[in-house]
T-cell receptor, first 110, second 115 residues
Framework: LAKTTQPISMDSYEGQEVNITCSHN???????ITWYQQFPSQGPRFIIQ???TKVTNEVASLFIPADRKSSTLSLPRVSLSDTAVYYC???????????FGKGTMLLVSP | DTGVSQDPRHKITKRGQNVTFRCDPI?????LYWYRQTLGQGPEFLTY????????KSRLLSDRFSAERPKGSFSTLEIQRTEQGDSAMYLC?????????????FGAGTRLSVL
């Protein structure tokens, strides 16, 4: 699986847009990019997945440039409840396991 | 609630005792995974099943660990002769047959404390 690099932590305030960038220079042609969110004492929760360009759902947007060597998770108008760890993973549709890094700890303040 | 269910949520045991955790996946998900997570780290893969077949095991899964999924439904993870280093959150996840990038759905986990 392609290795990912993301910031260890980020700070924001309520109502702001937050962008978390993940680098995956060795992404393979068949790899998808997936983001999970994890609150303390809970399991990770799927947020969004994409292959190229832009994907948007009710929670977030995922921007993937043409070379796919990075991706950006965009959280619009964050609230205190968005304080969590966010993980970026890459892998193809044949991979059976997920390899998590340490993720990005997002702290949203009032 | 039709999500992944794990039982118990918390387990405290003494070193050397055996413990067993249960996971009930989302119904009709034929893939089931176990992960371990320690403080400040992301989840680490332990093993996975497709239906009742255990198809992959991590090197983290020592011979004290065993997992089963009889009849391809719920799964159990047993740790024999627990050690303090086994203290962690044990997470279970399930997914349907691979579509797209293998989106997995996680349970809330079982937190194990070995005294």
């Amino acid at each position: 699986l392609a290795k990912t690099t993301q910031p260890i932590s980020m700070d924001s305030y309520e109502g702001q847009e937050v962008n978390i960038t993940c680098s995956h220079n060795n992404i393979a042609t068949n790899d998808y990019i997936t983001w999970y969110q994890q609150f303390p004492s809970q399991g990770p929760r799927f947020i969004i997945q994409g292959y190229k360009t832009k994907v948007t759902n009710e929670v977030a947007s995922l921007f993937i440039p043409a070379d796919r060597k990075s991706s950006t998770l965009s959280l619009p108008r964050v609230s205190l409840s968005d304080t969590a760890v966010y993980y970026c993973l890459v892998g193809d549709d044949g991979y059976s396991t997920l390899t998590f890094g340490k993720g990005t700890m997002l702290l949203v303040s009032p | 609630d039709t999500g992944v269910s794990q039982d118990p949520r918390h387990k405290i045991t003494k070193r050397g005792q055996n413990v067993t955790f249960r996971c009930d996946p989302i119904s009709e998900h034929n893939r089931l995974y176990w992960y371990r997570q320690t403080l400040g780290q992301g989840p680490e893969f332990l093993t996975y099943f497709q239906n009742e077949a255990q198809l992959e095991k991590s090197r983290l899964l020592s011979d004290r660990f065993s997992a089963e999924r009889p009849k391809g439904s719920f799964s159990t993870l047993e740790i024999q002769r627990t050690e303090q280093g086994d203290s962690a959150m044990y997470l279970c996840a399930s997914s349907p047959s691979l579509v797209g990038g293998n989106i997995q759905y996680f349970g809330a986990g079982t937190r194990l404390s070995v005294l």
